[in-house]
């Protein structure tokens, strides 16, 4: 899932996308990259961030959406409102990437049941502007424990409201309401998650427990910029079976360096089988 940020402030990428035709642009050549989705968002949800305008987010995502569609990709909206999540279906999204999994705005699991689109339902407990204050998972079992609880509550919901059990995919929400160790410790753990027998989509590229790993004798994180491998080393070893469970989908920023990933860990495992290897020199 290739990332298109239609927005003056993400974290990663902000403001180099926030015009519809230069974020129409860059989703072009993230599908010559080989990303299978493009994930378009309107929406910063980095730390601190505050909520665009309806209108705003609106205008940001439906221009590209249509023009990618168009193009014949598979189109994911990544926003919490269920008006911006019925507008981009029916500009031609058939993924709707809710990081609040209905929490934000329970109307959008309506959206998602009479529209019958797949929606990806991400473990959140607040606002960016406030997440970081919720980041506490003390009850046994903690962070997975949690977790897990908590996007089961989710999917309890999402289903009494008609949304049916083949459109459904679970997030974990690396980096959402959760310190570096919590990320970690679910990576580890993805078998637990998948016991509630849905798909998972991982979302860590660059983020910021990426970049607490890779700090300075000072203490500062590596810019976001400078992150890149280590999310392609996380790639690897989740493609590779690390975390105990597989996964339906890898969001990522740099496609091209995540495919590599890809395509390494293939060759390592037994799907491989050698059939199909070049033969060496």
């Known amino acids: 899932m290739g990332v298109v940020n239609v927005t003056p402030d993400s974290f990663s990428d902000g403001g180099r996308y926030d015009d519809p035709t230069r974020a129409i642009a860059h989703g072009r050549e993230l599908l010559a990259q080989g990303a299978d989705i493009l994930d378009v968002g309107g929406e910063s949800t980095r730390p601190g961030a505050t909520r665009p305008l309806l209108e705003e987010e609106l205008d940001r995502v439906v221009p590209v959406i249509e023009a990618l569609a168009a193009a014949g990709a598979t189109v994911s909206v990544d926003t919490m409102r269920a008006e911006v999540a019925e507008r ?64 089961g509550e989710r999917v309890a919901a999402i289903r009494a409201a008609g949304v049916r059990d083949e459109q459904i995919v679970l997030d974990p929400g690396l980096g959402f309401a959760k310190h570096a160790h919590h990320n970690w410790e679910l990576l580890r753990h993805l078998d637990v998650l998948a016991g509630l027998g849905y798909p998972l989509l991982v979302g860590g590229s660059r983020k910021t427990f990426l970049g607490r790993l890779l700090e ?40 091209r360096a995540h495919r590599d990933a890809l395509a390494v860990a293939a060759q390592w495992g037994p799907a491989a089988d050698r059939a199909g290897a070049p033969e060496r020199d």
């Open 216 to 255: 300075d004798p000072s203490g500062q994180p590596r810019p976001v910029a400078e992150r890149e491998a280590a999310g392609v080393a996380l790639t690897t070893l989740l493609a590779a079976g690390f975390g105990g469970a597989p996964v339906w989908c890898l969001r990522v920023h740099d496609v």
């Open 88 to 151: 981009a279906v029916a500009a031609g999204a058939s993924i709707v990437n809710d990081v609040s999994g209905g929490l934000a705005d329970p109307a959008i699991v309506d959206v998602v049941a009479r529209t019958g689109v797949t929606y990806v339902a991400m473990h959140w407990r607040a606002h960016s502007d406030r997440m970081q204050e919720f980041a506490e998972y003390d009850d046994r079992g903690g962070v997975v424990a949690a977790v897990r609880d908590e996007l």
